[in-house]
């Protein structure tokens, strides 16, 4: 059974980089089969894509986040993190990871973590 | 870019069939899955590739997808399938897109 876990600190100060690692037990990240997602919920609303990582390390960011945002992967620990960097109020959220399947023009996000709430704020 | 909608709410009774509606220009010719997400829990995938059903998600779930609109359908609703509702499709940028997102209330 696949799992997902978010960690990483609950609380940002503005201008600052949110860091947040996602732990996978139950499967391997070091596979061709799946990328692994990030994505968020401001409090009240709806979801939004962050980026998502490949195996080789190949990432796409959702271009309104792109200039601040990096992915990477730990695959000796089965772990993908994700850095935000110059965090205002806006990037106050519940962060998620998630595991996401590709086939042709379809992607979907199959298993989800739990939730992480970041609160950016001095 | 490209753009989901969802109605923001739809109510209906236990044992009704509730209709939710996502509309995006010619969303039919892509795919679209719906995610359901409980209050205070993380989205679940509950229909993909348009019709499709993982594995333990109830049969009286379904989705079709045709023209600008995709449908997810809740057959025999249930006091337990109250949720917010999110569709999502896949656009030319290589990136994910949610819809606004339904409320629906089982009365």
């Known amino acids: 059974q696949l799992q997902l876990q978010e960690s990483g600190p609950g609380l940002v100060k503005p201008s600052e980089t949110l860091s947040l690692t996602c732990s996978v037990s139950?499967?391997?990240?070091?596979?061709?089969?799946?990328?692994w997602g990030w994505i968020r919920q401001p409090p009240g609303k709806g979801l939004e894509w962050i980026g998502r990582?490949?195996?080789?390390?190949?990432?796409f960011y959702n271009p309104s986040l792109r200039s601040r945002v990096t992915t990477s992967l730990d695959t000796s620990r089965n772990q993908f993190s994700l850095k935000l960097s110059s965090v205002t109020a806006a990037d106050t959220a519940v962060y998620y990871c998630?595991?996401?399947?590709?086939?042709?023009?379809?992607?979907?996000?199959?298993?989800w973590g739990q939730g992480t709430l970041v609160t950016v704020s001095s | 870019s490209f753009e989901l909608t969802q109605p923001p709410s739809v109510s209906v009774s236990p044992g009704q069939t509730a209709s939710i509606t996502c509309s995006g220009d010619e969303l039919g010719g892509k795919y679209a899955c719906w995610y359901q997400q409980r209050a205070g829990q993380s989205p679940v995938l509950i229909i993909y590739?348009?019709?499709k059903r993982p594995s333990g998600i109830p049969e009286r779930f379904s989705g079709s997808n045709s023209g600008n609109t995709a449908t997810l359908i809740i057959s025999g609703i249930q006091a337990m399938d109250e949720a917010d509702y999110y569709c999502q499709a896949w656009d030319d940028n290589n990136s994910f897109v949610f819809g606004t997102g339904t409320k629906v209330t089982v009365l």
């Open positions: 139950g499967g391997s990240i070091f596979t061709s089969d799946y990328y």
């Open positions: 590739q348009d019709t």
């Open positions: 990582i490949y195996y080789s390390g190949y990432s």
């Open positions: 998630a595991r996401v399947y590709c086939s042709g023009n379809d992607c979907y996000l199959d298993h």
